[in-house]
């Protein structure tokens, strides 16, 4: 997209973010602890990917030294 070309969706995207960024007096502090309501607020909504989705508990234990079997080493198939 040329950059001189105007572009409605985007000026309304940049407006809408003024008008967030005056309601929390332009200070970042507020905008992070603003937005953090919304996110905590609308929590049933947001999709997390696998990634970044917190860890259960079963992926969290620590297993101590005596609870580990060695693993066998795998060795890589040869593509035909």
Avoid: G, W
């Avoid at 997209?1 to 929390?24: F, K």
């Avoid at 905008?31 to 049933?44: E, G, K, N, R, S």
């Avoid at 990634?51 to 035909?80: F, G, N, R």
């Amino acid at each position: 997209m040329n950059p001189a070309m105007p572009d409605p969706v985007i000026d309304e995207i940049r407006e809408i973010r003024h008008r967030i960024s005056a309601l929390c007096d332009h200070d970042p502090a507020k905008l992070v602890a603003y937005f953090q309501q919304i996110q905590a607020q609308y929590a049933d909504r947001l999709i997390t990917s696998p990634k970044s989705a917190p860890a259960t508990t079963t992926q969290s234990v620590v297993h101590s030294d005596a609870d580990k079997t060695p693993s066998q080493p795998t060795t890589p198939v040869a593509k035909s």
